[in-house]
């Protein structure tokens, strides 16, 4: 579904060029969920960022369902769900109308797109406040309004950047269950976190990035294999070879 081949991004900046990420190589499956497992700067957004059709790998390729993400980025855009670290929401609409808005974006036909909003409103649980103006909503509810959007023209690759930042333990769990639930339904989701539990429970596959670069790639048991260790966090220093 999705395929990262040797992507490198540079930055110009004032004082010289800066790295994002180099040598990337990886793909997503369908069915699969993939974490990108970081620190802040590792280059996550930047890997997403690329996939999401919002920046030009400075050299390599990527490309979603075998369309090219810098050549043929209108069709990638038809298959992605982007859920940004910034995605906002509009505190004058209600959910029904921001889901409407969304689905109008994509060209969702009208009643495809009814038939989708009254799925997602009841999967997120949103009924009670879905026609309310979303100004006063709790950063759980924005969240799942937040999902929903970037769900509702039933994209292929769901795309999660740090999708449970600032939530409490309830509304954690319900962003965790629709991951899943994406997975049930043959969806390829890539999620970036540096939230080491979060790529424990949900994660098909995990690419441990660190300073731009791919450090290790492989399913938790491969990984723990491959160190000697069990959990996440100290998988993670040794692979990355910097103690804590
Ligand atoms: N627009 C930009 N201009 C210059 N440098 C950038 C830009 N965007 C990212 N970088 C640099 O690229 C590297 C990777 O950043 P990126 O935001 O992708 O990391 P991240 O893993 O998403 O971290 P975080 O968890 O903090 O969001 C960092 O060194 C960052 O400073």
Redesign the pocket.
């Known amino acids: 579904m999705l395929q990262v081949q040797e992507v490198r991004?540079e930055?110009?900046?004032k004082t010289g060029p800066?790295?994002?990420?180099e040598r990337l190589t990886f793909d997503v499956r369908p069915g699969e969920v993939f974490g990108?497992l970081?620190?802040?700067?590792?280059?996550?957004?930047?890997?997403?960022?690329m996939i999401a059709t919002l920046m030009k790998p400075t050299s390599g390729r990527v490309s979603v369902g075998g369309y090219d993400t810098v050549s043929q980025s209108h069709e990638v855009r038809q298959l992605i769900g982007y859920l940004s670290?910034e995605t906002g929401i509009y505190e004058r609409f209600t959910p029904r109308e921001q889901l409407q808005f969304f689905a109008d974006v994509h060209g969702v036909p009208k009643a495809t797109a009814k038939r989708r909003i009254d799925e997602l409103i009841e999967r997120f649980e949103m009924g009670d406040f879905q026609n309310r103006q979303a100004n006063g909503f709790s950063t759980g509810m924005k969240q799942k309004v937040s999902i929903a959007r970037a769900l509702v023209h039933d994209p292929s690759l769901v795309i999660f950047?740090?999708p449970t930042a600032g939530l409490d333990v309830f509304a954690a769990r319900a962003v965790h269950r629709s991951i899943e639930s994406l997975r049930e339904e043959g969806k390829s989701v890539i999620l970036?976190t540096?939230i080491m539990h979060e790529v424990e429970k949900l994660c098909d596959r995990i690419g441990v990035?660190y300073?731009?670069r791919l450090y290790a790639l492989g399913t938790l048991e491969e990984l723990r294999e491959q160190t000697g260790l069990v959990h996440m966090d100290d998988i993670f220093f040794k692979i990355v070879g910097e103690e804590s």
């Open positions: 991004k930055f110009k900046t800066v790295v994002g990420v990108l970081g620190p802040n700067g590792a280059g996550k957004t930047t890997t997403l960022r670290n950047d740090e970036s540096h990035i300073k731009g």
